[in-house]
């Protein structure tokens, strides 16, 4: 049987080509003990799809920086898979905008642009507005949206920012699973994961997260409410904000260059 499109074919049977490290990127210290302990998370079937989930969860938790070159070796090691399985993960989180191959260097989490930016506000404000605007007659069920606002003020408490960080991801992620639909659960998480990757360009998390927490926490206490117009509301200018100020900051970022 023919080779499918998209699989290891001519590459692979020349044998792996050793990445030459591009200039402005930096490996992550530490990478290959980080991921050490999610091997237990494969269990004995373990599956590209798996892997992949894997990665994708530790890039919306920013352990590995946009730039970030994942070494087959490395990553490979960690989790204990094989080379072909961990070349497939990383198949799907090229195609997930996470990750991006470059010819004769390897692999490395993807550097987002402005255009990705604004793309992706559009589709957060189409699924999470949509999500609490489709919210029925209350009581919502809103434990995940609070168990997210808690461990948001938490981590502040803490001074840790990116904690706090992570907190604002599951929130929002929270925030979607009121739908009750796996498919926008899925998507959602895709897309979360990517704006961390944007959320990088912000040199002071502390002063970009803050002013976020007390929001999420307004939107938690009108949802308990019952008002979901009101948190609709709220959720808009919310993303408005946020996007404005990211844009803002890609903006300096990029005249400094």
Known sequence: ???????????????????????????????????????????????????????????AEGFFPPGTRLSEDSVGGALGVSRNTLREAFRLLTHERLLVHELNRGVFVRVVTVDDLNDIYRVRRLVECAAVRGLGEPPYEVRAVEAAVLAGERAARDRAWEELSTANIRFHQAIVSLAGSPRADELMRAVLAELRLVFHVMADPRRFYAPYLVRNRQILEVLQGGDAVEAERLLASYLDDSQGQLADAYARKMSRR
């Not at 590459?11 to 290959?32: C, D, K, S």
């Open 1 to 59: 049987m023919p080779e499918a499109p998209g699989k290891a074919g001519k590459a692979g049977a020349a044998g792996p080509v050793e990445p030459v490290e591009p200039a402005g990127y930096a490996p992550a210290p530490g990478l290959a003990a980080g991921l050490e302990a999610d091997r237990a998370l494969l269990g004995r079937t373990s599956t590209a799809e798996r892997v992949a989930d894997i990665l994708r969860d530790r890039i």
